[in-house]
Nanobody
Framework: QVQLVESGGGLVQAGGSLRLSCAAS????????MGWFRQAPGKEREFVAS????????YYADSVKGRFTISRDNTKNTVYLQMSSLKPEDTAMYYC?????????????????WGQGTQVTVSS
């Protein structure tokens, strides 16, 4: 089992920045990747970004490219999502996810473990 705990969400004005963190614990030695998804009220959960533990490419949703950056602290089994130039449409619950399988890691079904989520609200 892998446990994920997100933090760093909050309320920010449009154009501002936030950094989300996701700390993984438990059987982390078997991880292939970690990623971020988000879900706005009334919408499907959508992919935001992913980070491969095995040296593969980073992936970003088109809607966040150039504004969001995913990174990892190897020593802490923590993945971060630096969000800049935030827009009201970025408002959502942001979820961290972890995968123990080889996959593209750009789809919900590629992930095995999920955090509880952290709310990001961007005001106009």
């Amino acid at each position: 089992q892998v446990q994920l705990v997100e933090s760093g969400g909050g309320l920010v004005q449009a154009g501002g920045s936030l950094r989300l963190s996701c700390a993984a614990s438990g059987r982390t030695f078997g991880l292939y990747a970690m990623g971020w998804f988000r879900q706005a009220p009334g919408k499907e959960r959508e992919f935001v970004a992913s980070y491969s533990w095995t040296g593969g490419p980073l992936y970003y949703a088109d809607s966040v490219k150039g504004r969001f950056t995913i990174s990892r602290d190897n020593t802490k089994n923590t993945v971060y999502l630096q969000m800049s130039s935030l827009k009201p449409e970025d408002t959502a619950m942001y979820y961290c996810a972890a995968s123990v399988s080889f996959a593209t890691h750009r789809y919900k079904g590629d992930y095995d473990y999920w955090g509880q989520g952290t709310q990001v609200t961007v005001s106009s």
